[in-house]
């Protein structure tokens, strides 16, 4: 990152910190703050963007503006800044104030604005909220009043690591131009309300649903307002969002930035597609030959459709290098894979030059590929292709079909299941355990490990399953958690023994078993186990960054690859 001053037209100052190339994003932060509060958002974006992140006037080293300033004064700031960068138009992100801010510069100046996500902002606020800033505004310009109270609305008790920071800049600002500022936050919340209609880009309007004062009704009535606006909702966080969650406002804002008047989604697609992974699948291989070349996908989209006349269904993405040769083939089968086929399934789900090397097949009754060794198998004659949004459903007349004894492979967020094998273990005695990665607020919930250190919540696998074992370990340890998704999967070093662990996201640091510390190396010196200790500093520094990987290997040693789906 590169730090820099730049002259605006009327002799004042910016001072910027910039990242990458690319389309520009340009950052404005909120009252009390300084550029440094993006470092999340410009660490993730800045690999596909010109990311500038600003000092707000009068804050760290910016001008600041007249005494007397009010909103319209920061929005005009705003337009000479971004005529000053000469870049064109900026996909703008304006956090609390300065989402006042970038909302008005929107509204005065569109032609300098591509996309405009609001997070955390104010709008229309009650007769009392108004009045409690108005008051905090007041003691503000009489330099009375400490910073305790923001922190405290901000963060809670949680997040110290990220709230001693956020102390250190508001120790650090300067008292005119934090009194500047504040005035015309207490007082910008309606300057605009009324015009948010003639805002034409697409528009994300995010906040924290323990975000009292830049609530989610705040949101979602700006988001309707505003023609092609959305709102997201994030659980579990207040009002310094950005910070405290940065993976999930870094996926929201690289959903966003690939919005345009044409192509929006109200919905993140990776989010969408982990809701859809909830649902518990089998795993299929659907084939079919094209010029008597076979061609296939990994699908888990299949589904019974009728008995008589007998039927089924699977759908296909209309971006799939296949699309046109099953449409135009007129059959297809169905090929529902064995627990023991997990590499077939991983064979057909990526890019491979010859995928039918590796499995041994014959042609089925209406002519497409059959595999040998799977749970079963049904071959058809495309009955109707229904167009539904980017995919298509094929469905199929069943032509001829076989079952054997092979129990099926599932497929559950984002991970391979196999029942029968595990089902198989049980009676020999457990030899899997589970552990909760509890996070909340930028925190991870630890319990004593009696031996004087820190470990995960676990438990051990029973006859009952994985899912009801972390189910009724949740219960204990922390029941605002819910289970998420699988983080690690690892060999320990007793013998025959497996490690699963999971990330489970919460909504609050209230836990009935350990504690809840910050999700930063120095506070998770006291995990005793090894491997524990480095998979959450893998965690911390993944969180920074908002990508995440899964672990496959041994307690010692393995590799973090990324979840692989259905083409499908």
């Known amino acids: 990152m590169m730090s820099r001053t730049l002259p605006l037209s009327d002799g004042a100052t910016v001072r ?24 999340p958002q410009m660490a993730a974006l800045s690999a596909h963007h010109h990311v500038i992140a600003v000092d707000m006037p009068g804050h760290g080293v910016s001008s600041p503006l007249p005494a007397a300033a009010r909103l319209p004064d920061f929005v005009a700031w705003a337009a000479q800044l971004v005529e000053a960068l000469e870049l064109g138009p900026v996909n703008l992100v304006g956090h609390s104030m300065g989402a006042l801010v970038a909302a008005g510069l929107v509204v005065e100046r569109p032609d300098l604005v591509r996309r405009l996500a609001l997070l955390n902002a104010v709008h229309r606020r009650s007769p009392e909220a108004r009045a409690a800033v108005l008051a905090r505004a007041d003691e503000i310009a009489r330099g009375e009043g400490d910073n305790e109270a923001p922190l405290i609305r901000w963060f809670g008790a949680n997040q110290v690591a990220i709230r001693n920071k956020v102390a250190h800049w508001l120790e650090g600002i300067d008292p005119q131009g934090y009194a500047t500022a504040y005035r015309a936050f207490a007082e910008g919340d309606s300057v605009y309300a009324d015009r948010l209609a003639e805002i034409a880009c697409p528009t994300l309007v995010l906040t924290g649903d323990g975000d009292r004062n830049s609530s989610a009704q705040m949101s979602h009535e700006m988001a309707n307002v505003i023609p092609l606006g959305r709102a997201l909702i994030v659980a579990g966080h207040r009002h310094m969002v950005n910070m405290t969650a940065p993976y999930i406002v870094n996926d929201a804002l690289t959903n966003w930035l690939r919005w345009d008047e044409t192509n929006m989604t109200p919905f993140d697609p990776r989010a969408l597609r982990d809701a859809f992974g909830c649902f518990m699948t089998g795993v299929t291989v659907v084939t079919t030959t094209s010029e008597g070349v076979p061609l296939g996908f990994t699908a888990n989209s299949f589904s019974s459709v009728s008995l008589d006349p007998p039927l089924l269904l699977v759908s296909i993405a209309k971006t799939s290098r296949n699309f046109g040769h099953f449409v135009n083939a007129g059959h297809f089968a169905i090929n529902v894979l064995a627990e023991s086929q997990k590499d077939v399934s991983g064979t057909f789900a990526r890019p491979v030059e010859d995928r039918f090397a590796s499995v041994k097949w014959s042609p089925g009754p209406a002519g497409s590929p059959v595999f040998s060794g799977v749970s079963a198998w049904f071959d058809c004659r495309l009955s109707q292709l229904v167009e539904a949004g980017d995919h298509a459903i094929l469905i199929g007349e069943i032509k001829g079909f076989a079952a054997s004894q092979e129990p099926g492979l599932g497929y559950y967020r984002g991970a391979y299941i196999t029942p029968a094998q595990t089902a198989a273990q049980l009676p020999t005695g457990p030899d899997v355990m589970i552990a909760a990665i509890v996070e909340a607020w930028g925190e991870v919930l630890l319990v004593e490990d009696g031996q004087g250190g820190l470990a995960l919540p676990e438990a051990r696998v029973g006859r009952e399953g994985v899912q009801a074992a972390l189910t009724q370990l949740l219960r204990d ?37 350990g504690r809840f510390v910050p999700l930063e190396p120095d506070h998770l010196k006291s995990v005793g186990d090894p491997a524990t200790r480095s998979m959450l500093d893998r965690l911390a520094a993944e969180s920074r960054l908002g990508n995440y990987g899964v672990y496959f290997g041994s307690h010692i040693e393995g590799q973090v690859t990324h979840k692989q789906g259905a083409e499908a």
């Open 477 to 513: 340890i922390a029941p605002d958690a819910a289970p998420g998704e699988i983080y690690a999967v690892y060999d320990g070093a007793a013998p025959g023994r497996q490690h699963i662990a999971f990330r489970c996201p919460a909504t609050s640091t209230d836990a009935r078993q």
């Open 16 to 39: 910027l910190i910039e990242a990458g190339r690319g389309e520009p994003l340009l950052l404005i932060h909120g009252v009390g703050m300084r550029a440094e509060a993006w470092e």
